[in-house]
């Protein structure tokens, strides 16, 4: 799968849950860990906490740490 097709997978799965997404959520939608690894290093995502991650683009928030520990 192409990046542009598992960041589209992956923004689409965030959308619906505050900017963030978990590992195995990824890994349902075919996105390789080696792949979020890609798009972590090219700044698209950062890591919240071990096993979810947030898109940059969206909006941090003072529960982003409750949302991410209620996700994981």
């Given amino acids: 799968m192409s990046r542009s097709d598992s960041l589209v997978r992956l923004s689409e799965l965030a959308a619906d849950q505050w900017g963030l997404f978990t590992t195995a959520q990824a890994r349902r939608l075919e996105v390789s860990p080696n792949e979020l690894l890609r798009l972590g290093d090219d700044q698209v995502l950062r890591q919240v906490r071990h096993g979810v991650y947030a898109l940059v ?16």
Avoid: D, F, I, K
């Avoid at 683009?57 to 994981?72: F, H, I, K, M, Q």
């Fill in 57 to 72: 683009g969206a909006p941090a928030s003072p529960l982003e740490n409750v949302r991410a520990e209620w996700l994981a």
